[in-house]
């Protein structure tokens, strides 16, 4: 398996110029994430990536999580590199300063969060369980619940998990069956959960589950559940891990990929119950859990991503060193790497311009996030939470579709290679093969965005986006900008036509939500690369020559290539979206 080198002249040009870094610096509360100390972060955390994690990627997938007697080991080095990355204080960047967090904004700790990603996936799943469950009790958690639980998961000390999925309960959450009995200024919690990642590991000092059940006088369905704090160690009055918690991972998934992250089958109440805590109101636990969730969906996305960067890699390198068959206009010359080959580099830019499209949209609404919290103005903040909510299950199952085919073509370039396990190319294959089904499957989203998005509104904040998008268009005097008119008309004309079937049709609309959520995010794609060429031409007129003029041509060549090699792809999703709802339909059950 190649070295992994964090992307960060891209990052930091998505940072300065896509996402304007520096008007997000100046929201209340981030003025101190300047440039310099940006680029200090993006550098060390790189460092980190490439020296501490990246080496046990392929040792943590070939030896895997184990478990015996009760006890899960992750692989050998992780405990170290978790220490490590606890001892960075890494997993505080975006947090609240009054909890230990260090208040950066979550467009940089993005960034980083692609960094861990793409080095080790199966490692960095703990820390992403970890943010989505401490911005879960920073927004529903009693003030004594943040006292006790926040500091210590902020600084990564303690992890955090998330329980939802039962045996009969997958997608359909409000199928769990889970208890929680109340019993004075607590609940007693039975019951048992599956694919819990990190449920149960060596890392860290406490581990906080996040527990979805039921109260016994519930209503049936979602409406139903309630959420719980439920610690592996209970705290003693100091505030340290006392005594164990009535609950124990009762087994570890054998998986397709991610083999270094213990996914575990948790048993809460064996004995008299395990201990939890109520976050919020009874019944309401999953409003509070979709603040948990939406955090999770967006980092997936930036999982999708990070593995199609880190296949991109290894992929490059490996086409770059590979001598196979000579060059198409030479019969006679002497053998050539793989590179020089067209299809190969047609592989290699569908991967190089797609990863930098995903990076682009995920900072996007990193971005938009960061408004939406620190925004001065109330109507500014509502409606970067608008563009926020629009973004989110198109930025998690794009990015996440993304990489899956980024992995498979980093598979395709090794040839037979790629299918040997020793290459590594397999590994980033099948570890990505999860992301699509995580945090609500790719379908799941589809339907949110038609629903919940673009019908609930009536289509308000889409168009929002879409009209900033066409004026940007209309703005930017460069060539690449028109290459964009069929492709914004195919995605207006999916969209007029998903709001007025969707109220009337929903089932029709919903056998369209796949592709309209896959036009909208190509097209958002493009837009975001036509800017970031716009940028390029602008950088390169400058005065000043600059040391980045390979870099920002490359930037422009690479818009050209998503501009006319995925692009194209828009009509013909729009005429899925379109006219494809009647034959996906129209065969019989007894007949698929």
């Known amino acids: 398996?190649?070295?992994?080198?964090?992307?960060?002249?891209?990052?930091r040009f998505v940072l300065r110029e896509l996402v304007d870094m520096d008007e997000i610096s100046a929201l209340p509360g981030y003025e101190e994430a300047t440039p310099d100390l940006v680029d200090a972060v993006l550098e060390e955390a790189g460092r980190l990536a490439k020296d501490?994690?990246?080496?046990?990627?392929?040792?943590?997938?070939?030896?895997?999580?184990?478990?015996?007697?009760?006890?899960?080991?992750?692989?050998?080095?992780?405990?170290?590199?978790?220490?490590?990355?606890?001892?960075?204080?890494?997993?505080?960047?975006?947090?609240?300063?009054?909890?230990?967090?260090?208040?950066?904004?979550?467009?940089?700790?993005?960034?980083?969060?692609?960094?861990?990603?793409?080095?080790?996936l199966s490692f960095a799943l703990a820390p992403l369980l970890t943010q989505g469950a401490v911005e879960l009790l920073q927004t529903h958690g009693t003030a004594a619940q943040k006292a006790a639980y926040l500091p210590h998961m902020i600084s990564g000390r303690w992890s955090g998990t998330m329980n939802l999925t039962e045996p009969q309960a997958g997608s359909d959450v409000g199928a769990l069956k889970a208890r929680a009995v109340k019993h004075g200024d607590h609940y007693r919690i039975t019951g048992q959960k599956v694919y819990i990642t990190w449920g149960e590991h060596d890392c860290a000092e406490n581990i906080v589950h996040m527990v979805l059940a039921r109260t016994p006088d519930a209503p049936a369905g979602t409406r139903g559940i309630s959420l719980f704090i439920v610690p592996k160690f209970l705290l003693k009055d100091d505030g340290t891990p006392g005594q164990r918690n009535d609950l124990r991972c009762v087994s570890i998934e054998h998986k397709l990929g991610i083999n270094g992250s213990p996914t575990a089958v948790m048993a809460y109440g064996d004995s008299d119950g395990a201990i939890g805590y109520l976050i919020g109101d009874e019944n309401r636990g999953m409003e509070c859990m979709f603040t948990m969730m939406n955090n999770a969906r967006l980092s997936v996305g930036v999982q999708g991503l990070a593995i199609g960067e880190r296949a991109y890699q290894q992929a490059r390198a490996f086409a770059q060193e590979r001598v196979q068959g000579r060059a198409m206009d030479s019969r006679d010359g002497p053998a050539v790497p793989i590179v020089q080959h067209p299809d190969v580099r047609r592989m290699l830019m569908t991967m190089k311009a797609g990863n930098e499209a995903m990076r682009a949209l995920a900072y996007l609404g990193a971005a938009e996030l960061d408004r939406a919290k620190r925004a001065p103005d109330p109507a500014t903040r509502a409606a970067a939470q608008a563009r926020v909510d629009l973004l989110t299950p198109i930025i998690k199952s794009w990015l996440t579709d993304c990489g899956c085919e980024n992995a498979s073509l980093g598979v395709q370039i090794h040839g037979g290679m790629g299918f040997i396990e020793e290459t590594g190319a397999a590994q980033h294959y099948r570890d990505a093969r999860i992301l699509p089904i995580y945090e609500g499957t790719n379908g799941i989203q589809a339907i949110d965005l038609l629903a919940r998005k673009l019908l609930r509104d009536k289509g308000a904040a889409a168009r929002d986006l879409l009209n900033e998008m066409q004026a940007d268009l209309d703005a930017m005097a460069i060539p690449e900008a028109a290459s964009m008119s069929e492709a914004m008309a195919a995605l207006v004309a999916a969209t007029d036509w998903m709001l007025e079937t969707g109220p009337q049709n929903p089932r029709l609309a919903a056998a369209g939500a796949t592709p309209y959520l896959r036009l909208f995010a190509t097209v958002a794609g493009g837009w975001l690369m036509v800017r970031g060429a716009a940028a390029a031409h602008r950088l390169l007129g400058a005065e000043?020559?600059?040391?980045?003029?390979?870099?920002?041509?490359?930037?422009?060549?690479?818009?050209?290539?998503?501009?006319?090699?995925?692009?194209?792809?828009a009509p013909g999703d729009a005429a899925i979206v379109i006219r494809g709802g009647d034959s996906t339909l129209a065969l019989d059950e007894a007949l698929l």
């Open 1 to 11: 398996m190649s070295d992994y080198n964090a992307p960060i002249e891209d990052m």
């Open 52 to 120: 501490v994690l990246a080496p046990l990627n392929h040792s943590g997938d070939r030896e895997g999580a184990t478990f015996e007697n009760g006890v899960v080991r992750t692989p050998r080095g992780f405990p170290e590199a978790y220490t490590q990355y606890v001892d960075g204080g890494w997993g505080s960047l975006p947090f609240d300063p009054a909890f230990g967090g260090q208040g950066l904004p979550w467009t940089v700790a993005t960034a980083v969060q692609e960094m861990w990603n793409a080095a080790n």
């Open 544 to 569: 000043t020559v600059s040391p980045n003029r390979p870099f920002l041509e490359a930037k422009i060549q690479t818009a050209h290539f998503y501009l006319n090699n995925i692009l194209p792809r």
